[in-house]
């Protein structure tokens, strides 16, 4: 699986905005996915995670009520829209894809493919 994330750019707090991530080669509707993110000087965070058939997702509670992650299993994409965006949203966010569990979900490490990242800036 190789994954492309886009959608990221520089926006002010308040705002919206929606980060896709394109699967490409073999399709990720075997896989659970998720978005994390690394903030200048800091580890890598869970943002948001989604089950193989987007019956299930989970959020990190930074994120909750602001952050809505869902796929599209035909186009092989995955989204996460992003609500009063906050100037600590600001970070570079990673879609990932692997064979996860519920109780892993959260774990990077549990994470098989990556995507190569897209900054979201939050200006106040």
């Known amino acids: 699986v190789q994954l492309q994330a886009s959608g990221g750019g520089l926006v002010q707090a308040g705002d919206s905005l929606r980060l896709s991530c394109a699967a490409t080669?073999?399709?990720?509707?075997?896989?659970?996915m998720a978005w994390f993110r690394r903030a200048p000087g800091m580890d890598r965070d869970f943002v948001a995670a989604?089950?193989?058939?987007?019956?299930?997702?989970y959020y990190a509670e930074s994120v909750w009520g602001r952050g809505a992650i869902s796929r599209d299993n035909v186009k092989n994409i995955l989204y996460l829209q992003m609500s009063n965006l906050k100037p600590e949203d600001t970070a570079t966010y990673y879609c990932?894809?692997?064979?996860?569990?519920?109780?892993?979900?959260?774990?990077?490490?549990?994470?098989?493919?990556w995507g190569q990242g897209t900054l979201v800036t939050v200006s106040s």
């Open positions: 080669k073999r399709t990720p509707g075997a896989y659970g």
């Open positions: 989604i089950t193989r058939n987007g019956n299930n997702a």
């Open positions: 990932a894809a692997g064979r996860i569990i519920t109780s892993t979900m959260r774990d990077p490490n549990a994470y098989e493919w």
